[in-house]
Structures are given as structure tokens and as C-alpha cells.
């Protein structure tokens, strides 16, 4: 198995940079934007099970969820499930984090999640963390989709790299999740290591005000996972987990943080794995396998494909339809109304993004 020894998990910068960068690092798919269903080995030219092989697709990966062949689903998402609500992502050009970092007068846009940054000057990070406070964002059709799996009792364990906490509003609940680079839920100080509740900390954060701990002072920091930090205790689920799967859907990373990005390989090497991203990744890229199928483009309609394959278009509707009433009583208000509208046409594209 391709994963790094535990013991070494806390030494790793999982955040995406640095070591990491330099051997995930992969050129984009000429047209990549375009939705396309593809054969990872056919598209790279390098093979990956292609030599008289039948292609798998994405035809056949909803057929083996349909028929039940598959049952213990495992999942990977990364910040690209959440640009769709509005978050932006790390890398993407011109729009992820890293390209607006600037405003927050980094020495460079890593510094924001580095611990001598923080302790130097923790304001940026607060800054960077307000926009992401719980309920200015909404979980998006993908989202739902996860929860959908869950409810279908199709969910082994949901994987992600994500700290804004889509995924538990969206109502999957804490036993199936695996917050890889930890939350925003509670925080604990960096002095005397106390734990706090989240409202602790959002009451400062929201008047710009850097939280510390009323004991003893310290700064109080959230449990998101900096550099050099050790990835919560749930993350070694994975051990038990990924040999147990029996098919593997990664969305909306880039994969290029470890050791997060090495479990994609961490499934049988029998064991379909769906990408559905911007852009072919990762090992599905550089070592792509007989059953991988890539579904390039937008993840909320990879997605929506994929639930018109499943027949489960009408399941979907009715979830997002339920949690959103429950997040906006009858979908009274205007803001209310445009979402769930853009929310349950599924055929559009996702208006919600610009609400
Ligand atoms: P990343 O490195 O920024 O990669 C995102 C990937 O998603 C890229 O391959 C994009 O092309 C792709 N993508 C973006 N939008 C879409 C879309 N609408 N449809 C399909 N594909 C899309 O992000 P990763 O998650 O891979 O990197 C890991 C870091 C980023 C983690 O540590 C996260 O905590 C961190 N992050 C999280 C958030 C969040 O919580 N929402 C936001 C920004 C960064």
C-alpha cells in the first residue's frame, strides 16, 4: 500500500505545498474544462489497462452501484466540491486562494497556514477564517449527492480535505466523516492546549478580534490542521477503510496533498475509482488503472450525470428540497428562493453560485 507509515503522518505538510508539490505536480488535459467522460489510460496515452481491455465507464460504475455490486463506497473530496457554494479553491488560476492571498500582506500565501506565522501575526489567518464562518455557505448539489450515498446505506466513509463544514450541514453525519486537515467546529489554545466549543472562538473572529483563551491567554486557534501538524486521530479509519472498499469516487481535488492523496491508491488494484475534477490527477494521471473512468469537468454536472445514470434524479431533488426548506422555512425569503430554485434544476447550471 502506497501509504506513508503512521508514525510519519505528523511530520508531513499535508496542506499541499512544498515536497509534495514537486512529484504531484501534472500538466493539465489540453480541453480539460470540457465535461467529458473519458478512459484515464486512453486519455493520457499510457496505457493503464487499455490493451484489448474493455473501456470502463461511467455507464458501468452506476451499474455496479444500481445493482448493488458495489456497496462500500469510500470517497475523496477536496476544495473543488465547494467552489460551487461560492468557496474558493487553492490553485485554480486567477480565483483560488493562493491568487488572492495578497490582501492578507503575506510574506508569501503558504505563511497563512504556517504555526511561526501564526504565532508572528495570527490576524491574517482570523481574516481568512471569518468568510468561512458556518452558514455563509451552503452545501451544493454535490454535497447532498454524498448524503444521498449515505442514505442509500452505499457510504462507507467520506474523506475530506475540506475545513468549512459543508459536508455535516449537508447532513452526513459525524460516524461517516473523515475531516482530513480538521474543522472549524472547536479550537483549542496554543498556550495551555485547552479545548473550546466553535462559538467560543466566532465571537471574537466576527468583531475581528484574535480569540485567547480566558485562562491563560494564549491565543486560541481553530482544530484546522497546519503544516507540521499531526492529522486527526480519525484519519487512520483509513487503514481499515480503504482495503475494505469496493469503489473509490475522488471530487474536486487536485491531489497533490499528502499523505491525503496517496490513500487514492490505497484501494485494491481490482476497485473502480471515479475522478470527477477539472483536471485528470494525481496517480489517476500518472498511474491510472484498468477500472479508473474520469469524468472531466464541472463536478457539480459530473455529478449530475451520474445521478441520471443511477436514476436517482428525483431522490436527489427530494433531499435538496427537504434540507433546504429545513435551512430556509418554506424558501420564503428572496435569497431563499433563488437558491432552492437553482439548487433543483439540475438542469442548469448551478445558479447558486452567484447568490
Ligand atoms: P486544490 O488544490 O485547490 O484543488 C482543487 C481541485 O478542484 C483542482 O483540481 C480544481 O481544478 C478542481 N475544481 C475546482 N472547482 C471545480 C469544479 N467546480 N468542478 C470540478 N473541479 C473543480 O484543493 P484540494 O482540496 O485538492 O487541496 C487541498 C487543500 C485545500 C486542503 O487542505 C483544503 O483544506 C484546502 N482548501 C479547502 C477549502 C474548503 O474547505 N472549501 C477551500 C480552499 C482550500
Redesign the pocket.
Known sequence: MALFPCSAVPALRF??LRGARAWTRWPRIPGGGWSVSCFAGASSDTGGGGHGQKKFLLQDIAELIKTRACQRVVVMV???I???SG??????PGV??YSILQQYKLPYPEAIFELSFFFHDPKPFFTFAKKLYPGNYRPNATHYFLRLLHEKGLLLRLYT????GLERASGIPDSKLVEA?GSLASATCTTCRRPYPGEDFWADVMVDRVPRCPVCSGVTKPDIVFFGEPLPARFLLHLADFPMADLLLIL??????EPFASLSDAVRSSVPRLL????L?GSLARNPRGRDVVQL????HGVKRLVELLGWTDDLQDLIQRETGKVWPAAQSQEGSLLLRGLLDLEQSPVWLTL
Open positions: 496542506w499541499g477536496g476544495a473543488g465547494s467552489t460551487p468557496i474558493p479553491d487553492f490553485r485554480s483560488g486562494y480535505q475540506n475545513i468549512d486537515h474536486g481535488t487536485s491531489l497533490e496533498v470527477i475534477n477539472r483536471d490527477v469537468g464541472d463536478v457539480v
